[in-house]
């Protein structure tokens, strides 16, 4: 019920700004309507996710796929949100990584969130996805590495709990549900696997996700 009006607004923005062509001011007016409408969005799909979750409804639809093209889609996806920012994204898979057997979609999804919130606070430098094959588990190892503003240790151990957003200028200028992380730990529950983070404040964060190759 709340997705249809919002959804509507944001298509609509979009026709009147191919329309118009036009003023500066009025480009910049519909920019503020569509990026409040998208958050709204964002937050709706978040919550749906979360619902969706704790009733067990999502199902996981694992089949064969490799790290190359999980890459490559990925790297089409998030393009965007490097408009403007002064960073560099970079993708960087070790050499002859055997094939996953599990849910694209959402191993997919988790990287997006880790690799979206590494670009929103990082405001130069560089963010890093990696991967690597654990032969002692069997696991794809992916790493999100940032040069960003970092984390404190002592909120470690809270960014992964629903709506928690830790306190920096530069997030209060980076708006966000404070549910991104939350689901992708859910989501790599469901999937047998795991999401870990570490971070050095003013230098950077990686958030990593292991998975199961089968």
Known sequence: EFRTPVNSIL?????????????EQEKNELFYIRKSAQQ??????????IAKVEAG????RPAHFEV???FGALRGMVRPLLAGQSVTLTFD????????YSDESKVSQIL??????????????????????L???????FDVNDTGIGIPESDLPRIFDEFVQIENPLQRRAKGTGLGLPISRRLADLLGGRV??????????????????M
């Open 11 to 23: 298509a609509l923005t979009r026709l009147v700004a191919e329309r118009l062509g036009a003023d």
């Open 135 to 141: 032969a002692n588990e069997n696991a794809m190892r």
């Open 57 to 60: 409804k999502i199902d996981v």
């Open 68 to 70: 190359a093209g999980l």
């Open 93 to 100: 898979a070790e050499p002859d990584l055997p094939p996953l």
């Open 40 to 49: 709204l969005s964002d937050l709706v799909d978040d919550l749906l996710d």
């Open 112 to 133: 997006r969130k880790f690799i979206s919130n590494a670009i929103k606070y990082t405001e130069h430098g560089e963010v890093r996805v990696s991967a690597r094959y």
């Open 196 to 213: 870990l983070a570490s971070s050095v404040l003013g230098t950077g964060s990686t958030f990593t996700l292991v998975v199961p190759v």
